[in-house]
């Protein structure tokens, strides 16, 4: 600790010169175990997730391809199908019904209405 900013302008300077992949690769060689911490855009970007499984695309209702994560767990060594989440208001109808006890007639009243 007693020389610690001296290693952080070293290690900093050494960086600077390198991608987080490059540097990653190079920290690797050398026997050090050292893994680059990406953003979102970069993860989402990285092929290697793409050729292992860890990303997905599912079609959205409206809006169209969408990359996300796939589920981590895989039982039979395929992730599950992923569906994209409700539109909004998409179940209105079977849960007033449901819930509410409210019959096609009267959600159809309460969409002309403009409340739902």
């Given at each position: ?79 599950p199908k992923v569906k994209p989440s409700p539109l909004l208001g998409q179940h209105?109808?079977?849960?007033l019904g449901a819930w509410l006890g ?15």
């Amino acid at each position: 600790s007693q020389r610690a900013a001296e290693v952080d302008e070293i290690i900093a300077a050494w960086t600077s010169q390198h991608t987080k992949e490059e540097a990653m690769k190079i920290i690797g060689e050398a026997g050090v175990p050292a893994g680059a911490v990406f953003d979102t855009l970069e993860l989402m970007k990285d092929p290697s997730l793409d050729a292992r499984g860890i990303m997905q695309t599912i079609e959205h209702p409206t809006t169209g391809k969408v990359k996300m994560p796939a589920w981590p767990v895989r039982f039979d060594g395929t992730p599950p199908k992923v569906k994209p989440s409700p539109l909004l208001g998409q179940h209105n109808a079977e849960v007033l019904g449901a819930w509410l006890g409210l019959g096609a007639a009267d959600v159809d009243a309460l969409k002309q209405e403009g409340i739902i």
